[in-house]
C-alpha cells in the first residue's frame, strides 16, 4: 500500500529554525495535495500548510512569513521548512496528502514528528 513517513522534527531554541520532510511510498499512481498539520497538547489539530501538486501554496495565519512548504515530485516528498519558531509551534506534526494508488483516490497520514521548542 502506501505509507507517509515523517521525519525531521526535534527540540530547538525559540528563534531557531527545523526542516521538516514527509517522503511517500508505496504503490503510487500521483499525489494530489500535500498537507501538514500539527496537534499541540489538549488542543485540535490544525492545518498547518498545503502545497497542490501544481505548487500553489497556502498557510495558517499563524505561520505565514515564517514557514515555508515546497515538494518535490520525482522524490515523492513534501517538506516544511519552519523558521523563527515560537514556543507555541511546539507540537506533533503530521503529513497528510491525497494519493492515487490503483486508481483510487484518498487521504493518508503519516504517524507524525515532534516538535519541541522550550519557552
Known amino acids: 500500500q502506501v505509507q507517509l513517513v515523517e521525519s525531521g522534527g526535534g527540540l530547538v531554541q525559540a528563534g531557531g529554525s527545523l526542516r521538516l520532510s514527509c517522503a511517500a511510498s508505496?504503490?503510487?499512481?500521483?499525489?494530489?495535495?500535500m498537507r501538514w498539520y500539527r496537534q499541540a497538547p489538549g488542543k485540535q489539530r490544525e492545518l498547518v500548510a498545503v502545497?497542490?501538486?501544481?505548487?500553489?501554496?497556502n498557510y495558517a495565519d499563524s505561520v505565514k512569513g515564517r514557514f515555508t512548504i515546497s515538494r518535490d515530485n520525482a522524490k515523492n516528498t513534501v517538506y516544511l521548512q519552519m523558521n523563527s519558531l515560537k514556543p507555541e509551534d511546539k507540537a506533533v506534526y503530521y503529513c497528510?496528502?491525497?494519493?492515487?494508488?490503483?486508481?483510487?483516490?484518498?487521504?493518508?497520514w503519516g504517524k507524525g514528528t515532534e516538535v519541541i521548542v522550550p519557552s
Open positions: 502545497i497542490t501538486s501544481g505548487g500553489s501554496t
Open positions: 497528510n496528502a491525497d494519493i492515487y494508488c490503483s486508481s483510487v483516490l484518498r487521504a493518508y
Open positions: 508505496g504503490s503510487i499512481l500521483s499525489i494530489n495535495a
